[in-house]
């Protein structure tokens, strides 16, 4: 079955404990992208790639890192996290760019 | 900078009528157009995509229209069912590499 995965679903964590949550597609996609998603504002993109060893930062990058060292995964690290890092995130991946996204089931972060 | 306006108030429509959302945009020039379904704590599902040089794209019971000259979509749901409720996302798409979502219409179908 054609889909993107991410792990953890939910999470508690602390102020300062460095996290990472993990994102997998079986597609073959070339882009993929994390996105956060908070009352009020919207989806908001955090980063993007466009293909393996390229990445890129989108809208609100400040407080998280990236990488993509296979075409499938995509992890978001949060190297010192905090409260306003509470949030729903979000990986989606697509053929390219302009091509339909699809979307993971989402990670619920709460850091305290 | 690049604005997106949805409705930002949710949208109540009878069952079996046409429900009608608007995305306007500024500051772009989108080669494409998307939208989105979403409901609460999941995932956007893709819905339909656009492109500039076409003015209207349909999909079964749904049908988009694409004005770069009033920089607006509309997006249209026909004969209306209560499944239809959720929340719809635009997102207009320049040629550089981000992506930006509209804040998206909650829209409410009444049985």
């Known amino acids: 079955e054609a889909q993107v995965t991410q792990n953890p679903r939910y999470l508690i964590t602390v102020t300062g404990k460095k996290l990472t949550v993990t994102c997998s597609q079986n597609?073959?996609?070339?882009?993929m992208s994390w996105y956060r998603q908070d009352p009020g504002l919207g989806l908001r993109q955090i980063y993007y790639s466009m293909n393996v060893e390229v990445t890129d930062k989108g809208d609100v990058p400040e407080g998280y890192k990236v990488s993509r060292k296979e075409k499938r995964n995509f992890p978001l690290i949060l190297e010192s996290p905090s409260p306003n890092q509470t949030s729903l995130y979000f990986c989606?991946?697509?053929?390219?760019?302009?091509?339909?996204?699809?979307f993971g089931p989402g990670t619920r972060l709460t850091v305290l | 900078s690049q604005k997106i306006e949805q409705n930002s108030e949710a949208l109540n429509i009878q069952e079996g009528k046409t429900a009608t959302l608007t995305c306007n945009y500024t500051?772009?020039?989108?080669?494409?157009l998307q939208w989105y379904r979403q409901d609460p704590g999941r995932g956007p599902v893709f819905l339909l995509l656009i492109r500039e040089n076409e003015k209207e794209k349909r999909k079964e019971r749904l049908k988009v229209t694409f004005d770069t000259t009033l920089k607006q979509s509309l997006f249209h749901i026909t004969a209306s069912q209560p499944a239809d409720s959720a929340t719809y996302l635009c997102v207009p798409m320049n040629r550089d590499d981000k992506i930006i979502f509209g804040k998206g219409t909650r829209l409410h179908i009444l049985p």
């Open positions: 989606a991946s697509s053929l390219g760019r302009h091509n339909e996204q699809f």
């Open positions: 597609m073959n996609h070339e882009y």
């Open positions: 500051n772009y020039s989108p080669a494409y």
